[in-house]
């Protein structure tokens, strides 16, 4: 038999509400039905047409912010009256902070974060103490649109003392992206040392081999390597501008959606054994479920 998604939410205050599934409405709210805005994330395409052209070119998609509206059935428990209840859902939301949406089938979690983007609605045929029920409509915005699973990482450390002159190591980690976005990786590297990190195109050009060799690092300066190009690129733990001795040179390509797991090369030298490098290799999603 199939099993339901488990929806949860957990609000800003710390509160974890089960809206659907297994131990639905244990605290009081429950999820109506219809709700919008939960599925694929939100784009526009662009056509560029020119004079006397027939038809239009494809030039492009932007992704949206995600408005997701959805009802909910509010009502007393064991534990707790219906107004009680009422006011503990409205503090798990705020305007200024994200709640977490989270939704958990067979192949694992994805959390969607949302705020308010406007007042609950809430228009009740009767006064709802009495009956001990209510429904709420929220309306909401993820400005981030993807349903977001926790990051897979892979962490390798080198074997042997690369401080002399002309020694290095290469070491192997695993990067795979079974999502259907591109892929920005995170890297975190240990000081003191050199490291030499990819930044391949994964095409058949002449970027497949990219790589990047970030400046020494002398100790206390362990850096933190977003390739993302709408972060911050490098943050040293000192808080130094590691940043500003990259000579302009800057990590461009993400790995593509549904990039099987492949070993990709880190170099180090000038680092005593034990160096370390780890990679993140976040997972973004358009759905809550389904397209690995």
């Known amino acids: 038999m199939s099993t339901a998604a488990l929806i949860e939410v957990e609000g800003v205050d710390g509160s974890l509400w089960t809206l659907s599934g297994a131990g639905q409405g244990r605290e009081g709210v429950e999820l109506g039905t219809s709700p919008t805005g939960l599925y694929d994330a939100p784009v526009k395409t662009i056509w560029n047409s020119s004079a006397f052209q027939i038809g239009a070119t494809f030039g492009g998609a932007t992704w949206q912010k995600r408005d997701v509206v959805f009802g909910v059935n509010v009502f007393g428990t064991q534990s707790s009256n219906w107004e009680s209840t009422d006011s503990a859902w409205r503090k798990a939301w705020a305007y200024d902070r994200d709640s977490k949406l989270i939704v958990t089938t067979e192949y694992g979690s994805r959390t969607l974060r949302l705020r308010l983007s406007e007042q609950p609605e809430f228009k009740p045929k009767r006064d709802p103490h009495s009956k001990g029920w209510s429904q709420v409509t929220m309306t909401c915005t993820a400005g981030v649109p993807w349903w977001i699973e926790d990051d897979v990482t892979a962490t390798a450390a080198s074997t042997i003392d690369t401080r002399p002159d002309g020694a290095s190591e290469t070491l192997w980690v695993s990067v795979s992206n079974p999502t259907d976005q591109p892929m920005w990786l995170r890297w975190v590297a240990s000081a003191p040392g050199v490291w030499t990190l990819p930044d391949f195109s994964w095409k058949e050009d002449n970027a497949a081999d990219r790589v990047i ?80």
Do not use: Y
Request: charged share 15%; hydrophobic share 40%.
């Open 213 to 292: 060799t970030m400046p020494t690092l002398t100790n206390g300066q362990d850096i933190t390597v977003d390739t993302d190009p709408m972060q911050e690129m490098v943050v040293a733990a000192d808080n130094s501008s590691v940043w500003a001795r990259m000579n302009g040179r800057m990590f461009v390509h993400s790995v593509p959606p549904w990039t099987p797991e492949v070993q990709v090369p880190v170099t180090v030298k000038g680092a005593p054994a034990g160096a370390i490098v780890q990679v993140r290799c976040p997972r973004n999603w358009s759905r809550p479920w389904g397209l690995q």
